[in-house]
């Protein structure tokens, strides 16, 4: 089984400063772990994934995480804040549903709501 | 845009009332995936098809169903609706659902009150 903590369900930087979201998992399998944005009123967006290979994944607008294996953690990170980047952001880690599944789902955190502070 | 099509938008409806929501996946993804969000529970996967045939069930109440269509479009079945059933309902689509590698593009919602 797999499950996720994000830590904070609201964090607010300046516009400029360091954005840092954080992701724990826990799963039973290898990870396969995935950050999404949400934006008021819309659906998730997909921001970066980490299958195999570099452990420092590069996504849109700017973001990246990093997955380390001896913390469980994938935390989300942005060096310079922009106003833009207020929405709520989901960490999810996918595996089977069950053990044996030929399947495979996305197990969301709570998600963390981003506010930007002009 | 994520190429995932959900229709309607918003639904407004009574208790006791039945809803149907409908999903068009991106084109060439076979798998279908149906997504519960409410401020309680968070995002809660609801049931999976793949290329018509259910694949896996998480939390959904027996008051729901869906089914995929030959043309791979999906729809979800609410019934019985009650006021704890008003949520966002978003349906994502992959290209297999049988590789934990396989990403999954979100459709933008439908919002279902529940009066």
């Known amino acids: 089984a797999q499950s996720v903590t994000q830590l904070g369900s609201h964090v607010s930087v300046s516009e400029g400063a360091l954005v840092l979201l954080r992701c724990n998992y826990s799963?039973?399998?290898?990870?396969?772990l995935f950050w999404y944005v949400q934006y008021p009123n819309q659906g998730l967006q997909l921001l970066l994934k980490?299958?195999?290979?570099?452990?420092l994944v590069k996504g849109i607008n700017g973001f990246e995480a990093e997955f380390k294996k001896s913390e469980t953690s994938f935390h989300l990170t942005k060096p310079s804040a922009h106003m833009s980047d207020a929405a709520e952001y989901f960490c999810?880690?996918?595996?089977?549903?069950?053990?044996?599944?030929?399947?495979?789902?996305?197990?969301f955190g709570k998600g963390t709501k981003l506010s930007v502070i002009p | 845009d994520s190429g995932v099509t959900q229709t309607p938008k918003h639904l407004i409806t009574a208790t006791g009332q039945r809803v149907t929501l409908r999903c068009s996946p991106r084109?060439?993804?076979?798998?279908v995936y149906w997504y519960q969000q409410s401020l309680d529970q968070g995002l809660q996967f609801l049931i999976q098809?793949?290329?018509?045939?259910?694949?896996a069930k998480g939390n959904i109440l027996e008051r729901f169903s869906a089914q995929q269509f030959p043309d791979l479009h999906s729809e979800l079945n609410l019934s019985s609706l009650e006021l704890g059933d008003s949520a966002l309902y978003f349906c994502?689509?992959?290209?297999?659902?049988?590789?934990?590698?396989?990403?999954?593009?979100f459709g933008p919602g439908t919002r279902l009150t529940v009066l």
């Open positions: 994502a689509s992959s290209v297999t659902g049988a590789s934990s590698t396989d990403t999954q593009y």
């Open positions: 799963s039973s399998v290898p990870p396969y």
């Open positions: 980490y299958t195999t290979g570099a452990t």
């Open positions: 999810a880690v996918s595996g089977p549903l069950y053990s044996g599944a030929g399947s495979y789902q996305l197990t």
């Open positions: 084109s060439g993804d076979l798998s």
């Open positions: 098809y793949y290329n018509g045939e259910e694949r």
